[in-house]
């Protein structure tokens, strides 16, 4: 069983920057996709970024491309979402997610995670 826990978020203006991070109960996630998803009321949980930590091969949802960044944080088992550039339309409830490599079906796929944070909220206002 592996625990995800994901202190972080806020609210911040559009075009702010906020970062997530997200510590797994484990000693290394070397083994483990990693990934942020969002759901906003209303709408379906999407896949923002993910990363395959033994490769340090990244993936980001095209609504995000070029202003998330996702990496590893200082120790083993930490995953950061760096949020720059924070548009009203990116205010969700963020949730970290983990999964063994390789995924069943696609990085996006919410039900091929096995693992998932409580959620933070993040809120931008225009």
């Known amino acids: 069983q592996v625990q995800l826990v994901e202190p972080g978020g806020g609210s911040v203006q559009a075009g702010g920057s906020l970062g997530l991070s997200c510590t797994a109960s484990?000693?290394?996630?070397?083994?483990?996709?990693m990934a942020w998803f969002r759901q906003a009321p209303g709408k379906e949980r999407e896949g923002v970024a993910a990363?395959?930590?033994?490769?340090?091969?990244?993936y980001y949802s095209d609504s995000v491309k070029g202003r998330f960044t996702i990496s590893r944080g200082d120790t083993k088992n930490t995953v950061i979402l760096q949020m720059n550039s924070l548009k009203p339309e990116d205010t969700a409830m963020y949730f970290c997610?983990?999964?063994?490599?390789?995924?069943?079906?696609?990085?996006?796929?919410?039900?091929?995670?096995?693992?998932w944070g409580q959620g933070t909220q993040v809120t931008v206002s225009s």
């Open positions: 997610a983990a999964t063994t490599w390789p995924p069943r079906r696609r990085w996006y796929s919410a039900s091929d995670y096995n693992y």
């Open positions: 484990v000693d290394s996630l070397s083994e483990k996709l």
């Open positions: 990363m395959y930590f033994g490769a340090g091969v990244t």
